[in-house]
């Protein structure tokens, strides 16, 4: 079956503008969770959608925001990009929220802010 | 407050010899779930282990084991017989039921396979 997919792979921005990425779960997935990774930072918890509802936030600004379609696809949004804002951007999918759930990440946006 | 923490930043192995990664962890929730992945140079987080903090049991996939020792709160990564494309980073996880269920990750840990 397909896995996770994030589009688009790669990405170059100019700092005060905004971008959307797109992350498809696997069929049948419900939830859908976001993560930056940044080389200072290591991985750090954005959000999680399940149900098109979040049910968490990590510690981020304002800037940072997404939302879940019916489809179960997602998307996040960023504003006024800055330069930190440089990373790689992962999605999960699993059935529903949960420890004993299994997590499908994906390939990743790798976004670069000049 | 959920912590993991990885003190091998690298590690090298002789191909098909096996090899330890290091995990610790801090939490007060008593139900909680370890994971272990494997992120090669393309970005994506490869699930390969998953430990339950009530499994009596160490889990095992194939070539990995988790050496789970609970009242050390370790987590440790075993790799046997390495092989060449065992050569990417390796992160330990922890997500526990009452703190929202999202993933905690430790820094990583570089493995280099040496032929």
């Known amino acids: 079956k397909a896995g996770v997919t994030q589009t688009p792979r790669y990405l170059i921005k100019t700092r005060g503008q905004q971008v959307t990425l797109s992350c498809s779960p696997i069929?049948?997935?419900?939830?859908v969770s976001w993560y930056q990774q940044t080389p200072g930072q290591g991985l750090q918890f954005l959000f999680e959608y399940f149900s098109e509802t979040q049910r968490n936030k990590g510690n981020f600004p304002g800037r940072f925001s997404g939302r879940q379609f019916s489809n179960s696809r997602s998307e996040m949004n960023v504003s006024t990009l800055e330069l930190g804002d440089s990373a790689l951007y992962l999605c999960?999918?699993?059935?529903?929220?949960?420890?004993?759930?299994?997590?499908?990440f994906g390939s990743g946006t790798r976004l670069t802010v000049v | 407050a959920q912590k993991i923490t990885q003190t091998q930043p690298g590690m090298f192995v002789q191909e098909k010899e096996a090899v330890t990664l290091d995990c610790t962890y801090d939490?007060?929730?008593?139900?909680?779930?370890l994971f272990w992945y494997k992120q090669p140079s393309s970005g994506e987080m490869i699930f390969l282990i998953y430990q339950g903090s009530y499994d009596q049991q160490n889990a095992t996939e194939g070539r990995y084991s988790l050496n789970f020792q609970k009242a050390r709160k370790s987590a440790n990564l075993v790799i046997s017989a390495s092989q060449l494309g065992d050569s990417a980073m390796y992160f330990c996880a922890m997500r526990a039921t009452n703190t929202g269920n999202q993933f905690y990750f430790g820094t990583g840990t570089s493995l280099t396979v040496i032929p």
């Open positions: 069929s049948g997935h419900r939830s």
């Open positions: 939490t007060s929730d008593p139900s909680y779930g």
């Open positions: 999960a999918s699993s059935l529903a929220p949960g420890a004993n759930y299994g997590y499908t």
